[in-house]
């Protein structure tokens, strides 16, 4: 059956089936690293593309074609590629359509890796890149260049949680011919699809909501075109990042539940989010779904929910921080997000303690900043948990 008219839910289910011969009802795992052809002739139609079929697992394997078909049914792009990690993913889709003499834009709250790389790793080629406040129009406006030929969009922002307005970038893009490419990986599909809003490719994570389950690494580049396909393709066989048969089975057992963590997510944050705000310990919280967000009306304008990532910030700045780390049990002390289990990470003491605080506050990460990623346990656990964490913080 064909799951193009199937509703997002189901199509979590049945998406990317592929096309065993035994008729198992999941993909079997292909953990092979080579193809046997059946004859020379065979062998010479695989290479010169007149006939279907795999060849060696770097160009393509049933298990990973499975589920790249499943994300770009989710997504609404012609097919995926699936790559090694998220990282992989977006150095593949900027080395694919970047030449030297090229600038980019950027949102300047990006993950941060990927400030590094367009900032760091392809300005030694000759790329330049403008990083920008994306939720401001006239700044993305204000930053078109006669060369500019990527616009790589975060929303939510990380870890800020800004919201930038695809739709309105995405105009801003077409009309000065460059790409857009967005990274989705805060929302997954399930809340947020960029494709439908004009953005060219998108890029994910595996490795967070996608996967959900926290034992995975991975990535995947969604174009719309079958063109721009046709060049990924291309550039990801010759830079190696794909991802192997195995962890492309867990990514898409995971996909089977998405929409379900998803809702999950989405409940548990904004309950969370709520209750910190009420607090007399917290100064301010971030959550896309709380009203005192200052992008609230687009969030709920762009996506169906906004996710399972809270910033806050603690009165008694970086005691308070380490003071909530030392005193929480259910909430695991980690980076990553987006999985089952919910996270918390304190980035003026963790990520962030080797940069000094003058570049910390410039990146908008105050000393008692605190990023959670909610899971999908009874939310009133997660509460108690924080809540005796924040009876013993000293807040100044
Ligand atoms: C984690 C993350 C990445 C990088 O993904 P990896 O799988 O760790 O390489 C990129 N973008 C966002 C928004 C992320 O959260």
């Not at 049914?73 to 590629?81: A, D």
């Not at 962890?247 to 409940?267: D, Q």
Request: aromatic share 6%.
């Amino acid at each position: 059956m064909t799951h193009k008219n199937l509703l997002m839910d189901s199509r979590c289910v049945h998406a990317g089936v592929g096309d065993d011969v035994h008729g198992a009802v999941v993909p079997p795992i292909y953990q092979t690293s080579t193809f046997k052809f059946k004859d020379a002739q065979h062998g010479a139609d695989l290479f010169a593309g007149k006939q279907k079929g795999y060849i060696y697992t770097r160009l393509g394997n049933p298990t990973v074609a499975a589920l790249e078909e499943a994300l770009a049914s989710l997504e609404g792009g012609f097919l995926g590629l699936g790559c090694a990690s998220g990282m992989a993913a977006i150095h593949t889709a900027l080395a694919t359509f970047l030449d030297t003499g090229d600038h980019v834009i950027s949102s300047e709250s990006v993950y941060g890796p990927v400030t590094s790389l367009l900032g760091g790793f392809f300005s030694r080629f000759g790329i330049q890149t403008s990083f920008v406040d994306s939720s401001d129009l006239s700044a993305v406006r204000d930053a078109v260049r006669p060369n500019t030929r990527m616009i790589h969009i975060e929303t939510p922002g990380n870890p800020t949680l800004v919201v930038s307005d695809l739709a309105a970038i995405a105009e801003i893009a077409k009309e000065n011919g460059a790409k857009m490419m967005v990274d989705n990986t805060f929302l997954s599909p399930i809340l947020q699809r960029p494709l439908e809003l004009g953005a060219d490719i998108v890029v994910h994570s595996l490795t967070k909501f996608l996967n959900g389950h926290a034992d995975v690494v991975g990535g995947i580049i969604i174009p719309k075109t079958e063109e721009d396909y046709h060049r990924l393709r291309q550039a990801l066989n010759l830079a190696g990042g794909t991802i192997d048969p195995f962890n492309a089975f867990l990514v898409h057992r995971g996909i089977k539940t998405l929409a379900l963590r998803m809702a999950r997510h989405c409940e548990n944050a904004q309950e969370v989010a709520e209750y910190l705000e009420k607090h007399d310990k917290v100064a301010w919280v971030r959550y896309p779904g709380l009203p005192s967000h200052p992008h609230y009306e687009l969030s709920k304008r762009q996506t169906s929910g906004h996710g399972g990532v809270i910033s806050f910030e603690l009165k008694g700045g970086l005691e308070a921080g380490r003071t909530l780390m030392g005193s929480v049990h259910l909430a695991q002390l980690a980076v990553s997000l987006g999985g089952v289990e919910t996270l918390i990470q304190h980035p003026a003491s963790m990520t962030h303690a080797g940069m000094s605080r003058d570049l910390r506050e410039r990146a908008g990460i105050a000393d008692g900043l605190v990023r959670l990623s909610i899971g999908i346990e009874a939310p009133t656990d997660i509460i108690e948990d924080l809540e005796g964490g924040l009876a013993l913080v000293v807040a100044a």
